[in-house]
């Protein structure tokens, strides 16, 4: 059977043009964010925080004014002394910031985005700051890296306690 082609025929760089566009358009929806979100379909633990490990809800709000891929700038409220177990810690994910207190009255602070890859660190358990991206783990005390495959510490974010509140600066 013979078939005859009616109707303009499609060149070679038309298909090659449209085939790159459509792998550009692919590979755009497959790109990590810029904001450091956590890649693989989960967000960071909410209400922007998560207490060794504890429960919270996934809407991801939090109190504060700092923004920024390494914690930012500005001196709003991050969260209440209150708020962060001894031991343990709180993740403020819009903030990017993790508030620790590994001794009794002794509070630091680290850029909640792990060295890794740029995900939000999820956890905070057994005296480690965790990500669920690629199990990277970093000390609550220092913010060195327990387990990799990071190898670089978070950052130390400057605060202040003043009464029950946590400040950045």
Known sequence: MVTHMTGPMTSRRTAVAAGAAGLAAVLTGCGGS????????????????DATGGAG?????????AEGQDGGTGGGELTRVSDVPEGGGVILGDERVVVTQPEPGE???????????????SDISNGAINCACHQSSFSITDGSVLGGPATAPLPEQ???VEGDSVRLG
Do not use: K, L, N
């Open 34 to 49: 810029e904001d450091g979100g956590v890649q693989g379909g989960t967000d960071s633990p909410g209400p922007g925080r």
């Open 57 to 65: 809800d996934d809407d991801g709000d939090a109190t504060g004014g």
């Open 158 to 160: 400057a605060i202040t």
């Open 107 to 121: 509070y630091r602070a680290f850029s909640a985005v792990c060295t890794h890859q740029g995900c939000v660190v």
